[in-house]
């Protein structure tokens, strides 16, 4: 069984869960629906037995690559409540891949204004991050 961990959505009673599911987009492409099928996945919400719902495209930004996969959903026998199933490698709500978000935090966190720090995202994006992170409380290593 592989691990998963699962994130409450802010607007909805439905509920994330994040877990492998390839290493990078073509990973998840090719190999996603075996990932899953190799899941015990249960409801995050009662514990019941989760089936197969339905998908929607999501768009990623990888770097200067925007991506289209496809998103899988669950839905709980027993509650009725459905989960969206999404990769490790990318965050939730957010359309750039975690790596990427990861590294220009770091970069701002060590000290290098938004302006000046190379990514995709448009400089009041990366702002936005930062204060979200901030909000949030999160410590990154280096301060």
Not at 18 to 31: A, Q, S
Not at 33 to 49: A, F, M, N, S, T
Request: charged share 25%; net charge negative; glycine share 6%.
């Amino acid at each position: 069984m592989l691990p998963h961990l699962t994130t409450q959505s802010p607007n909805t009673k439905s509920i994330m869960i994040i877990t492998y599911l390839g290493r990078n987009v073509k990973d998840y492409e090719r190999n996603f629906l075996k990932y899953l099928d190799e899941l015990d996945l249960i409801c995050p919400e009662c514990g019941g037995e989760v089936v197969y719902h339905a998908n929607y495209e999501r768009h990623v930004h990888i770097d200067e690559t925007v991506e289209y996969i496809t998103i899988q959903r669950v839905i709980c026998k027993g509650c009725g409540i459905t989960h969206t199933v999404i990769p490790d490698f990318i965050r939730p709500y957010k359309h750039y891949s975690a790596c990427d978000c990861e590294m220009i935090l770091r970069d701002m966190n060590n000290g290098i204004p938004a302006e000046h720090v190379e990514a995709a995202a448009s400089v009041s994006t990366l702002r936005r991050w930062m204060a979200e992170f901030q909000e949030k409380g999160v410590k990154l290593p280096g301060r």
